[in-house]
């Protein structure tokens, strides 16, 4: 996409209708992220995402669950951004070595946590039948642990990340410095 389509937008350029959501990232995150400032070209994306996230967030998936489905969605649709970001909220919340790898590389082999493996495959199991799953998948996912809750929390994650994902890609948006160290290694 062409630079002026999307500009990096700051808290004085942005459409004032973008300004509060944008405030309340740096608030949050000390620094305004890239794709955010591209992102507020359209305010109402970036505030919807910014809201359907915080709730999900607030959703009874555990966060290592939640940071699998998200991965699995960004890996999935090859959002780079996304994935040094939530591959620095794995580490952050201790996930080991193996998992991140095994989800950063969509490696064909289970993660090294069963359950956490439950979720990747129920996730990609809502993806490839747009929601139609038969009853055997959600038997499996709900044999882990989870819940009937659970599995449409799934939807909700998905949704939420396949706005960001698609987002991010069509705005090409550049990797923030803080993130550099959890980069994906370029193809």
Not at 62 to 84: G, K, Q
Not at 107 to 131: H, S, Y
Not at 142 to 164: C, K
């Amino acid at each position: 996409m062409p630079a002026p389509a999307f500009p990096d937008h700051t808290l004085e350029s942005a459409p004032a209708a973008a300004r509060r959501s944008m405030e309340a990232v740096v608030n949050k995150q000390g620094h305004l992220p890239a794709a955010v400032g591209r992102l507020a070209t359209s305010p109402q994306l970036l505030d919807g995402f910014l809201k359907i996230s915080a709730i999900f967030e607030s959703t009874t998936l555990d966060p290592l669950s939640r940071e699998v489905l998200i991965m699995t969605i960004a890996t999935r649709n090859d959002c780079h951004v996304c994935v040094a970001m939530h591959t620095a909220k794995l580490t952050a919340l201790g996930a080991g070595a193996d998992l991140i790898a095994t989800l950063r590389e969509e490696k064909p082999l289970p993660l090294p946590d069963e359950r956490l493996e439950a979720v990747r495959q129920f996730t990609l199991a809502v993806i490839a039948t747009a929601g139609a799953i038969d009853d055997e998948a959600l038997q499996d996912f709900l044999a882990h642990g989870y819940t009937p809750q659970n599995a449409l929390e799934v939807v909700l994650g998905i949704g939420a990340y396949t706005m960001s994902t698609l987002a991010n890609r069509m705005v090409d948006a550049p990797m923030d410095p803080q993130l550099a160290p959890f980069a994906p290694a370029p193809m």
